[in-house]
């Protein structure tokens, strides 16, 4: 079965630290892509980063990057410079099947918190 | 260009009851997608809509369903409300594959009493 695991279902930071948020999948595909996602009090989801299987370099947008093992089957985020704003659920999520029948699987999510 | 918009935000329905929720995909996405959150878990796939046909659907009953209409709004629609039906009802809209990621709304907040 595609399965996503998120170990750690809390975390906490202080405020203009680094902190690391696990993921480990299941997937028997051979090209896709991986996600994380944000989902604040607002309830919306919102796309953090995004990175291709085929790519060996690790995916970074601004203050956020991620360790990609596809080996170890493993998508860790890591958030540096930890700002209040950052307080959140994230999950991370791939999609499975192809073509247009993508859907998104996600794991359980893992609660940040920022301290100041 | 717009996101995601779901209505209505919150909802009250007692068991038995029928619900239908809508939601307005992004400008240019073209397949919209279903997925119930229950408090402290990740969204679980409902279904998807693409050109205005079910085009894969998670393991949910058939009294879950839905409509996509041309302009690639979307309608969810739950019969016999059972109160495990209790959840957040996210939508998201992409263009096809979802390459470039998935844009979801903010929810419908669905209480069964």
């Known amino acids: 079965a595609q399965t996503v695991t998120q170990s750690q279902p809390e975390m906490s930071v202080q405020e203009a630290e680094t902190v690391t948020l696990s993921c480990t999948y299941d997937?028997?595909?051979?090209?896709?892509?991986l996600f994380w996602y944000k989902q604040p009090p607002s309830r919306q989801m919102i796309l953090v980063i995004r990175?291709?299987?085929?790519?060996?370099q690790n995916a970074t947008e601004n203050r956020f990057s991620v360790n990609f093992q596809k080996a170890a089957k493993s998508f860790s985020l890591k958030i540096s410079d930890s700002q209040l704003g950052d307080a959140a659920m994230y999950f991370c999520a791939y999609p499975v099947g192809r073509g247009s029948q993508g859907n998104l699987i996600f794991g359980k999510g893992t609660k940040l918190s920022v301290k100041p | 260009e717009t996101g995601v918009t779901q209505s209505p935000t919150h909802l009250i329905k007692t068991r038995g009851q029928q619900v239908t929720l809508r939601c307005s995909s992004q400008?240019?996405?073209?397949?919209v997608s279903w997925y119930q959150q229950a408090l402290g878990q990740g969204p679980q796939f409902i279904f998807q809509?693409?050109?205005?046909?079910?085009?894969g659907r998670g393991n949910f009953p058939p009294r879950f369903s839905g409509l996509q209409f041309p302009n690639y709004s979307s309608e969810l629609n739950v019969n016999a409300l059972e109160l495990d039906d209790s959840a957040l009802y996210l939508c998201?809209?992409?263009?096809?594959?979802?390459?470039?990621?998935?844009?979801f709304g903010s929810g419908t907040r669905l209480t069964v009493v």
């Open positions: 990175q291709e299987a085929y790519k060996q």
């Open positions: 400008s240019g996405h073209n397949t």
């Open positions: 997937t028997s595909e051979s090209d896709y892509y």
């Open positions: 809509y693409y050109r205005e046909e079910e085009n």
């Open positions: 998201a809209s992409s263009f096809r594959t979802g390459y470039y990621g998935y844009t």
